[in-house]
């Protein structure tokens, strides 16, 4: 595994002005700046979609109006690295580490620091934790990124929840096949593949980001068995249109990678400059149901503040008056349907 990182005049060959330059050491000192040889390189020229996600940028230090944490999520953690929020789920973050530090990651307050949430002891507190609330059936690892910690660690993890009888499914979230696809290898999906049924959820965001390398990453893991999902993180000036979506999700598709969720952005500190308005997200999904295979739309979800859960949003295309209902096609058309057992209830 090759890391670039940030050496004060140049990322990776892109050399900065004096200005950028001294921005960008700003930014270092407080939010981590990391990126792989592999993704700098996607990078065509100067504010395109992956130097945007990646090169620090002064707006961060200029976010103070959000908090950094506005999902409760510490809050939310009976023992420390395990979010339960939902009666039947947990988050497990077992790194704090990525191999390129999105710059408008919601976990911005905990990724690239030093201290490793997930020691020993912190593992066996949160299996023992899980182990004692039968309720659990779903155990995403999340971080940072699982998949930065080595086959054998990430196997250690895997084999502590699969002695949990009333853990059904597990699922890793990673943006490894997009930043780090050299990491997926036929050893680790030959390791993977033990613990069925894995899931994995992984994070493109724009259509730049597919690329021989990735698609090979994702066509390991899905030869393996994996079902593989999407999250996209909705991000202005970046793919907040209706054609960089289309070719997005249609293209997942084709590496065989089921959209998920796109997510509003969260209001974490830091950030505010990729938000878009939730108006313009519906118009999105409004832009894709109906115009490309429904395999490829994913749910438009808005993570509430105070950890209050997941809401998933749509466009307003229905109206519902007595038994009728007013609809709207995806070409525009409004639509008379009467729902004929409404009179019988
Ligand atoms: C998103 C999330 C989950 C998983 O939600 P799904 O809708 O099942 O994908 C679970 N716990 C927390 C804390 C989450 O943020
Ligand atoms: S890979 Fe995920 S956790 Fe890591 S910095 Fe990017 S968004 Fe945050």
Known sequence: MQYITYNNTNIYNKTLTDEQAHNASLVSARYPVCLTDYYAGLIRHQDDAIWKQCMPDARELEDYSQCADPLNE???????????????????????????????????????????????????????????HPAIHDVILSGGDPLMLDDQSLSKILTGLRAIPHIAIIRIGTRVPVTLPGRITPGLCNLLRTFHPLFINTHFNHPDEITTASAHACSLLADAGIPLGNQTVLLKGVNDSIETMRALMTGLLTLRVRPYYLHQMDLVQGTAHFRTSVRSGLEIIRGLRGHISGLGVPHYVIDLPGGKGKVAVLPDDVTIRGNMLQLRTYTGEQVFYEDITALQE
Not at 121 to 130: K, P, R, T, V
């Open 74 to 132: 510490s809050h939310l953690s009976p023992v420390p690295g395990l979010i339960h929020r939902y009666p039947d789920r947990v988050v497990l973050l077992v790194s704090n580490r990525c191999p390129v530090y999105c710059r408008f990651c919601m976990r911005k307050r905990l990724v690239g620091s030093g201290d490793a949430p997930m020691g020993e002891s912190e593992l066996c507190a949160a299996l023992d934790y899980i182990a004692a």
